[in-house]
């Protein structure tokens, strides 16, 4: 048969069927996605950096670039919640794939500020001493060169820097933005992967240790991939259930006040094994994310292994973007399911809660045992997050706001406390830091006491709200404890201040770096925002208390 007889055929068969009714173009609100578009422009913007800015300036440009972008997004966010986008305009926008609400912009303002302060620790250039003749940060001089080898050192000698953090930092934060404000399955996925992924490469960029950094870097993606497939796979179950990804559509087949249905999904609808199994999955996945035990395993070694800012800007803004995404998951999707999911998260918030603080006792590493408080943490967090009430979402939002700024700066302090091999993380070298160098032991101590829960710290006003909450939305014997726990985690918190004012300075123990600006205002900021909430809190908590209602 000829070209020309197959055309007329395929013409004549396109005007006899139906005329094709025209695409839909997407309706998409740009002003009120502002936040994360800007960021992830400047993403963008830092990758061209990288490509086109000669190599000597590209860490001006990108830290420029950084700053600018997470400033504007901010004041974007700012903009939205004065205009009513928190409460009396609250929506979803990009056609039912975001949702644009009191939890989403005050979520989403902490995840900014938080990460603007990690950004200044990530720029700080000055507590190395100088290779070559030229400053050195955190990150390798070169990421794709074999440790010790020959091209490292000569990366090294050359006094090339890792530049690429920026942009990785950025489009950390881009997913994060999307995460808690997901309102479809496939968008939260999305975001997952988007911010996980930059986090896998910058946990491997460490310029001392750089095998330990390596390996961190694998055992987070490794057992990252194992809880994304976990999350896809619940995914899939929950769409079979539901026949939609829309957190609206699910919540109402949940409830079973769903108006049309789908005749090809008719027979899979309802099928409640669908919806527990594919529940639990994504939830399973999230809870990975927060690091809540059973799925903590990855924390202790990947904080440990990660080059410190890295470490710092993952335990708070993670921590806020996943705590975000379940609140949303659980409030909005799954709360037909209550008499389900509580249990479970009962047990989850009890072993979290216990198992963080008992296991941090016997840590010598100071990262880990950060790492192992933030298990802790995870599960006091948890704990709001089971009360199911309106106090119990503000609540949550109030303490990982607080512990957002303590975690960063008290990593930040970290950073300071060097010997010849770089941090000295090994506690029995912070033995009498505080006459060492009071100052940096002091404000060690407030972030530590911030941990411990103690009045007049931001911690104690978060814990305080959370157990309240927790205690009216009928888990009182889980308030008891919460309580038990940050009694064994005062002990190990407690220890450290000891160890850094009562204990004699060793003669060849390590020195206190001088840091930049940078370093100073992120450990400025972390002090007194910890100082501020936890004297008056007031205007915060009401701030929290707006912004605690999930538009659906």
């Given at each position: ?31 009120q996605?502002?936040?994360t ?8 913007i830092g990758?061209?950096?990288?490509a ?6 590209r860490y001006?440009?990108?830290?420029f ?6 400033t504007?997004a ?12 928190g409460t009396t305009k ?5 056609m039912?794939a975001?949702?644009v ?5 005050f ?7 938080a ?9 700080e ?5 100088e290779v070559h003749g ?8 070169q ?20 530049t690429e ?9 881009a997913g994060?933005?999307?995460f808690?404000?997901?309102?479809d399955?496939l968008?939260l996925f999305?975001?997952l992967e988007v911010f996980s ?5 910058l946990?491997?960029?460490a310029?001392?240790k750089?095998?330990m950094?390596?390996?961190a870097?694998v055992?987070y993606?490794?057992l ?9 796979f619940g995914i ?10 829309s957190?609206?559509?699910i919540?109402?087949?949940v409830?079973g ?6 005749p090809a ?8 094994a ?8 994504i ?6 994310k927060?690091g809540?035990?059973?799925?903590h395993?990855?924390t202790?070694?990947v904080?440990?292994?990660?080059p410190?800012?890295?470490?710092g800007?993952m335990?708070?803004?993670t921590k ?6 379940l ?6 999707v799954l709360p037909?399911?209550?008499w ?5 998260m009962?047990?989850v918030?009890?072993?979290t809660?216990?198992?963080?603080a ?25 704990a709001g ?22 975690t960063?700066g ?9 010997d010849?091999?770089?941090?000295a ?5 912070w033995?009498?830091?505080?006459r ?5 032991a002091?404000?060690f101590?407030?972030?530590?006491l911030?941990f411990?829960g103690i009045?007049?710290?931001s911690g ?6 959370v157990f309240?909450?927790a205690?009216?939305g009928?888990a009182?014997?889980l308030?008891?404890v ?5 009694a ?7 220890r ?7 204990s004699?300075?060793r ?17 400025a900021?972390?002090?007194a925002?910890?100082?501020?909430l ?10 929290a ?8």
């Amino acid at each position: 048969m000829s070209a020309s007889a197959v055309h007329s055929l395929w013409t004549t068969a396109a005007t006899a069927a139906e005329p094709i009714s025209k695409i839909d173009s997407p309706k998409i609100e740009y002003g009120q996605l502002s936040p994360t578009l800007i960021v992830v422009g400047a993403a963008i913007i830092g990758v061209l950096v990288e490509a086109f800015v000669p190599r000597k300036h590209r860490y001006y440009v990108q830290l420029f670039v950084s700053v600018v972008a997470l400033t504007a997004a901010f004041a974007a966010v700012v903009a939205l919640a004065e205009g009513g986008y928190g409460t009396t305009k609250a929506r979803i926008a990009a056609m039912g794939a975001i949702a644009v609400d009191g939890p989403a912009l005050f979520l989403q303002g902490t995840i900014l500020l938080a990460s603007l302060v990690g950004l200044f620790t990530f720029a700080e250039r000055r507590l190395d001493p100088e290779v070559h003749g030229n400053r050195v940060d955190s990150f390798a001089a070169q990421a794709a060169s074999v440790p010790g080898s020959d091209s490292e050192q000569a990366a090294v000698k050359a006094g090339f820097t890792t530049t690429e953090v920026f942009p990785l930092l950025l489009f950390a934060v881009a997913g994060m933005l999307v995460f808690p404000s997901a309102n479809d399955l496939l968008t939260l996925f999305i975001a997952l992967e988007v911010f996980s992924l930059p986090l896998y490469l910058l946990c491997a960029l460490a310029r001392r240790k750089r095998l330990m950094s390596q390996e961190a870097a694998v055992k987070y993606f490794l057992l990252g991939a194992f809880a994304s497939a976990f999350t896809l796979f619940g995914i899939a179950l929950l769409y079979g259930y539901a026949g939609s990804v829309s957190y609206g559509t699910i919540a109402q087949v949940v409830d079973g006040t769903v108006q049309n249905v789908n005749p090809a999904l008719a027979d899979t609808m309802g099928n409640d094994a669908l919806l527990l199994v594919g529940a639990a999955m994504i939830v399973m996945g999230l809870l990975f994310k927060v690091g809540a035990v059973p799925f903590h395993m990855w924390t202790p070694d990947v904080y440990q292994g990660a080059p410190t800012p890295v470490t710092g800007f993952m335990a708070a803004a993670t921590k806020v973007a996943a705590f975000g995404a379940l609140l949303r998951l659980l409030y909005v999707v799954l709360p037909g399911l209550r008499w389900d999911w509580r249990p479970v998260m009962w047990g989850v918030a009890i072993v979290t809660m216990l198992g963080g603080a008992i296991v941090a006792i016997t840590q010598t590493d100071i990262k880990r045992l950060l790492a192992y408080s933030s298990i802790a943490h995870a599960g006091f967090i948890l704990a709001g997050v089971i009360a199911t009430t309106p106090d119990g979402v503000s609540s949550v939002l109030f303490y990982l706001a607080a512990y957002s700024f303590v975690t960063i700066g008290a990593f930040a302090v970290v950073t300071l406390v060097r010997d010849a091999g770089g941090e000295a993380t090994h506690l029995s070298k912070w033995a009498g830091l505080g006459r060492r160098s009071p100052l940096v032991a002091a404000v060690f101590a407030v972030f530590l006491l911030a941990f411990a829960g103690i009045p007049l710290t931001s911690g104690f006003t978060g814990k305080f709200a959370v157990f309240k909450a927790a205690a009216e939305g009928g888990a009182a014997p889980l308030v008891v404890v919460g309580v038990i726990s940050s009694a064994i985690a005062a002990f190990f918190y407690i220890r450290v201040i000891v160890l850094m004012f009562f204990s004699e300075p060793r003669p060849e123990g390590p020195t206190v770096a001088v840091p930049s600006p940078l370093t100073m205002t992120a450990i400025a900021v972390g002090v007194a925002v910890t100082l501020v909430l936890g004297v008056a809190p007031q205007y915060f908590l009401d701030l929290a208390n707006q912004a605690g209602v999930f538009v659906r």
